[in-house]
């Protein structure tokens, strides 16, 4: 996982994300219901699924 805020981080842990790979092709909108997680640790996540190739929905 790319540096993100711990309560970033543990939000993605308990909803069962535990690497970068499982969050290409997840909805943004979805991963900001997730508590802990907001607009600027998508824009991480998404940053570094891009340098991989891949992309948020």
């Not at 690497?19 to 824009?43: C, E, K, N, Y």
Request: glycine fraction near 12%.
């Amino acid at each position: 996982m790319p540096k993100i805020s711990r309560p970033a981080n543990d939000a993605l842990l308990r909803a069962g994300y535990t690497s970068l790979g499982q969050l290409a092709g997840v909805p943004a909108a979805d991963l900001l219901q997730l508590h802990g997680l907001g607009p600027r640790g998508i824009r991480i996540l998404q940053a570094a699924l891009e340098e991989r190739g891949l992309t948020l929905t």
